[in-house]
């Protein structure tokens, strides 16, 4: 059958030249940005990445406090999704009627489609006021003399900052956690159910012993999903996240991550060192995100 | 075979026509957000009057430096003026297009808008975080008649990068040598540490948290703050006195600004003299290449510019936008005469 090994050949060739493609493009993207921050990178060398100054009046640069931005406020948005998105999940799959579950999930699938300047907005015109009003100012009378946690609220009850970046994150990243999750826990055969509860096992002990450990690598894969876009989101930290450039221990104090960074100073950056440092922040946050990522997949691999 | 003549000539005529309407092309220019409103419209009005399409698109004051060196554009703007060095350097001509100001607005109960008087130390030093209260005597020494509650202050600024902020930390270094040693101007900084600060997103974001945070200081663009009805304050002018944010001191200050004494334009309209000016304006650019490919295009581009500057003062104040002063407009107009060339020649007659 010469014709069905020559649609073989044809077909390896197609899906082999589109693995290398991606390759070449990424390094493409690398090398761009390597040539695009050359000037900064060369200037400030390999300790670039943990100068905490953004200074661009005196072409002082450093990425230190918009990696400690992103990476809390990411932080904060997977604390909050991963279990609320779990809880979803496990509650549209296994326990909700139907008349709940489907109107809800498809809820959940068009929040996913919601463009994230719309969170930004949203954030900030309605979260932000409600969430000072609600929750800062009693933060500030009750929760800052405690020890070890107390200095994370202490800070001007402004409604953005940090933590308000991390909450609306994990708003955005709940669709994509919830529904991943929903649907690896609907691929599983009803024997397995059925066999479980067969034996005598309640529900609680079927969730939590059979179905949620039977789809573990698709929970984690789909908060690596979730962790991804969250650390990459631009335009909705933008809004919230006050653009402050430094470090600060509170989180309610306004900060500043490295996307939301390059999104709102490049435009109008005039020097070319600025813009030389704001696109070395872009390779930092290439770089960051493959190592979150790749220790992520790592983390999943050992257990 | 009359009919068959009349359609040839008649579609020989539309190919003629075509070809002519052709031939007026569409330029092109990019650059600072802040005069995007009136470069907009003084664009409309322009293809209404001659058929010219004007394509300005408001990429920030960053991109159109980048874009107009690259040449990817015909004209490129930017709120941050090049220095003569620069210009120099890349073959460009300068030009101030139109102007705007900026005025400080708050939030403090009780406090009506254009009640409250400030001068440019006191604005700095909040700023730089060493008036903390809105009850410090300096404030309540300028204003002995207002009742200032006690209250903190929040410092509310731009979070992205902007032209007005660069006009407003350079009115802050002029009136502040601490502001200018320490902090300096462009169109972003890093904030004083010690003042509690708000980044806002844009002229928006700014009067958002200003509106609602009770305490609250920003800085914004005039249009802004007229149009949303903010709550700004009076400022001192270079000379001590008082004044409220008008049409009428904005003037005072284009009016009295040095021009004649500033190569390539390279002015910032901030704190200048006399009484009535008020002290944060400031005007926006034009960049071109001196040495132009197409000469008749150049005049065409050229050709817009001075009608904006002839007839579009009058749409410039009604979107709250200073026309440039006529002295300035014939400086410019020397600047293209002398500098625009095309293989040697000047192009503008």
């Known amino acids: 059958m010469p014709s069905a090994i020559k649609g073989d050949s044809i077909f390896y060739r197609l899906s082999f030249t589109s693995a290398i493609l991606i390759f070449l493009v990424l390094i493409g993207i690398i090398l761009s940005l390597i040539d695009g921050g050359w000037l900064a990178l060369s200037e400030f060398g390999p300790g670039f990445v943990f100068r905490n100054v953004w200074d661009p009046v005196n072409s002082e640069f450093g990425a230190a406090s918009a990696i400690y931005g992103t990476l809390v406020s990411s932080l904060i948005a997977i604390v909050i999704a991963i279990p609320v998105g779990l809880g979803t999940a496990v509650f549209l799959a296994e326990l909700a009627p139907d008349w709940i579950s489907r109107p809800v999930s498809m809820a959940i699938e068009l929040l996913a489609a919601v463009p994230s300047i719309i969170y930004g907005m949203w954030g900030l015109f309605v979260f932000a006021p409600w969430f000072s009003e609600g929750f800062q100012f009693w933060a500030l009378e009750n929760l800052v003399g405690l020890p070890l946690i107390g200095h994370w609220f202490d800070g001007p009850p402004i409604g953005i900052g940090l933590l308000t970046a991390g909450i609306i994150l994990s708003f955005m990243i709940l669709p994509i956690i919830t529904a991943l999750t929903r649907d690896a826990l609907k691929t599983i055969p009803n024997v397995v159910r059925e066999a479980a509860y067969g034996v005598g096992a309640t529900p609680y002990e079927v969730i939590t012993r059979v179905l949620l450990p039977s789809i573990k690598n698709a929970a984690v894969g789909a908060g690596i999903l979730g962790l991804g876009r969250a650390l990459g989101e631009t335009m909705a930290v933008a809004f919230v996240i006050g653009g402050a450039n430094r470090i600060e221990t509170s989180l309610f104090m306004p900060a500043s991550s490295i996307s939301s960074t390059i999104a709102q100073q490049f435009n109008e950056a005039t020097n070319e060192m600025h813009i030389s440092a704001l696109i070395s922040l872009g390779l930092v946050l290439f770089v960051l995100t493959f190592i979150v990522m790749g220790a992520a997949r790592l983390l999943l691999r050992k257990r | ?349």
């Open chain 2, 1 to 349: 075979m009359k009919l068959l003549k009349s359609i040839v000539m008649s579609s020989m005529l539309a190919a003629a026509s075509f070809s002519a309407s052709a031939k007026t092309e569409v330029i092109n220019g990019a650059g600072a957000s802040f005069p995007h409103p009136i470069y907009a419209k003084w664009a409309e009005e322009y293809q209404k009057e001659t058929g010219i399409r004007i394509n300005y698109q408001a990429i920030g004051s960053g991109g159109g430096i980048r874009q107009i060196t690259a040449k990817t554009v015909d004209f490129g703007a930017s709120d941050a003026p090049l220095n003569e060095e620069r210009l120099d350097k890349e073959e460009m001509i300068q030009f101030p297009m139109v102007m705007g100001a900026i005025v400080p607005v708050i939030n403090v109960p009780g406090i009506e808008p254009g009640a409250l008087k400030l001068t440019g130390e006191v604005l700095a030093d909040i700023y730089l975080g060493k008036i903390k209260k809105w009850n410090d005597e300096r404030i309540t020494a300028l204003n002995p008649d207002l009742e200032i509650p006690a209250q903190a202050i929040y410092v509310v600024h731009r979070s992205d990068g902007s032209g007005t902020t660069y006009n407003f930390t350079d009115y802050l270094s002029q009136i502040s040598p601490e502001w200018s040693e320490n902090i300096g101007r462009n169109t972003d900084i890093t904030w004083p540490k010690a003042a509690t600060t708000i980044g806002g997103n844009g002229n928006a974001g700014v009067a958002n948290f200003v509106g609602r945070t009770r305490g609250a200081i920003g800085y914004v663009e005039y249009a802004f703050a007229k149009q949303n009805d903010l709550t700004y304050t009076q400022l001192a002018s270079a000379d001590g006195k008082f004044l409220k944010p008008s049409m009428e001191t904005f003037q005072a200050a284009a009016a009295n600004a040095d021009w004649q004494n500033a190569p390539g334009f390279e002015l910032l309209l901030n704190n200048q003299p006399g009484a009535d000016s008020w002290p944060m304006t400031a005007a926006t650019f034009i960049l071109m290449h001196k040495d132009q490919a197409d000469a008749e295009k150049a005049e065409q581009i050229i050709d817009f510019f001075e009608w904006s500057y002839e007839n579009g003062g009058e749409l410039a104040e009604g979107l709250d936008y200073i026309p440039m002063p006529e002295s300035v407009v014939n400086m410019v107009e020397n600047v293209w005469k002398e500098d625009l060339t095309s293989n040697g020649q000047t192009i503008i007659k």
